[in-house]
């Protein structure tokens, strides 16, 4: 299977722990975004990667969270003192870079429950 | 602040027949714009896509009409099959964003027997 991957699929965890997941992207593409979905609503962009540097971070993106993306393959994304609003669906999707717009391709994404 | 709207949460259609999915857009800078369809605990899977310069494309039972002077675009599934009921996002993209997507609500397609 040469499409996103993501790890794990489900995560529950006790509020105030740190959780970390991971994305793999399709190999060949060099933009890599994380994105947040809630229930009822679409997705929305958290933060995304050219290669290795991480260019743009949404305000949704409160200091607890982290992203990385070393020598710009897989990516991680870390929350640190977990909290019940941050239950929700990340998804990770990568892309090609080009002059006019191109599609993301999604993974299956994560679900995080914070009890 | 919506910039990707769909005002239609739900819409049932009967096998066979066409599916009309709206999206409308409030930002002049979007120039591409996609569809995505999601199943339950999945992610997004991309369906079809349309650049601005273009007003109709079309891939097999899936076109996608944009309409800018409107900001509206338009997503016709035909013949519908039971196996497009799912939930439909309308997304959009700017130039210089890097392709960030802007998704809107989503729409609840049912096809039915």
């Known amino acids: 299977d040469t499409g996103v991957s993501q790890d794990p699929r489900h995560k529950i965890t006790k509020r105030g722990q740190n959780v970390t997941f991971r994305c793999d992207p399709i190999?060949?593409?060099?933009?890599l975004y994380w994105y947040r979905q809630t229930l009822g609503q679409g997705p929305e962009f958290l933060t995304y990667?050219?290669?290795?540097?991480?260019?743009?971070k949404s305000r949704l993106l409160s200091d607890r969270f982290s992203a990385e993306r070393p020598k710009g393959s897989f990516s991680t994304l870390e929350i640190q003192r977990t909290e019940q609003g941050d239950s929700a669906m990340y998804l990770c999707?990568?892309?090609?870079?080009?002059?006019?717009?191109?599609?993301?391709?999604f993974g299956q994404g994560t679900r995080l429950t914070v009890v | 602040d919506q910039q990707v709207k769909q005002n239609s949460p739900s819409l049932s259609v009967q096998e066979g027949r066409i599916s009309i999915l709206n999206c409308d857009y409030t930002?002049?800078?979007?120039?591409?714009f996609l569809w995505y369809k999601k199943y339950p605990a999945e992610g997004p899977t991309f369906l079809i896509s349309?650049?601005?310069?273009?007003d109709k494309n079309e891939d097999g039972r899936f076109t996608v009409f944009l309409n800018k002077s409107a900001k509206h675009l338009s997503l016709h599934i035909v013949p519908s099959q039971p196996g497009d009921s799912a939930v439909y996002f309308c997304?959009?993209?700017?130039?210089?964003?890097?392709?960030?997507?802007?998704f809107g609500t989503g729409t609840r397609l049912q096809v039915t027997l």
């Open positions: 999707a990568s892309s090609f870079e080009r002059t006019l717009g191109t599609e993301a391709f």
């Open positions: 190999s060949e593409h060099n933009r």
């Open positions: 990667f050219q290669n290795e540097a991480q260019l743009e």
């Open positions: 930002n002049s800078m979007f120039d591409y």
């Open positions: 349309i650049s601005s310069i273009k």
């Open positions: 997304a959009a993209s700017a130039a210089g964003t890097a392709s960030k997507l802007t």
